[in-house]
């Protein structure tokens, strides 16, 4: 089993958050606001996600905001713990110049998480996950929370947002051109699905520089994200039929004991096995064996 984890550092929307001009098009368009300076947007690479920080150009900060965006093609209910790590990873450097010890509150920017699902199964327009839920026990006021908003950029979904962002319209229109060609191709040529997909792009002005420049690079990753998918898909289906043989075989088992128990029980009231021999039949002491006969209806 793999414990998970990418062999590489970026995919194709995180290549697309390394530009400035892309992750201010993406905060404006979740945040409603209209920044439109690209030195107002510092950029923080994690291993796996994107985060910016959008400030004003005064020597304060005002409005501050430490953004964690990522795309997923799978569903994974664990982003608002993966979240609170990336959080706590970022403003750690942040507080280092600070006194945490002291008198004066230490300011830290404002959390804002997102996730842009893009997979096949089909899931709501909008909807949060709470770190809560992971939770051992429910808490009905817990005092440690971190929600993290998913955005079903799919087909037809969220085209509000996506009309209010060009990015995130162009990397979906991307994404869904490389799943209509690869499934023309009977999944057979990937590589192929992914170069069409990219000449369609440019073809139709939809992203066009960025997939002229990262050709190569596109479809390296594509082809990456892919792979990582089909193989979290596949251990998926391997542990469902692991848990369908494992049931299959519990019920065998089971059905196989109460059939033994029936043929005992009317073995013992037909004055062929006393009680105690019945008992040691089923390996069980003579006060179960009397509850059983108790329990058992006499035909």
Known sequence: MSNGNREYKSDVFSMLMEDKRNALSVYNALNNTNYTNFDDVEIVTLEKGISLTVRNDA???VDAALSVYEHQSTICPNM?????IYYTTIVKPLVKKHNIFGRKLVKIPIPKFAVFYNGDEDQPEEYNLRLSDAFEQKADNPELELICKVYNINYGKNRELLEKCPVLKGYMYFVDAVKQYYSIMNHDDLELAIHKAIDLCIKNDILADFFSENRNEVVKVTTMDYTFDKQITMER?????????AGLKQGLQQGL????????IGSIRAGDYSIERGAEKLGISVDEMLQKLADSPVE
């Open 80 to 84: 608002p713990v993966r979240n609170l």
């Open 237 to 245: 289906i391997e542990a469902r039929e692991e848990g369908h043989e």
């Open 59 to 61: 020597a304060f900060i």
């Open 257 to 264: 004991q109460q059939g033994r128990e029936v043929e005992i």
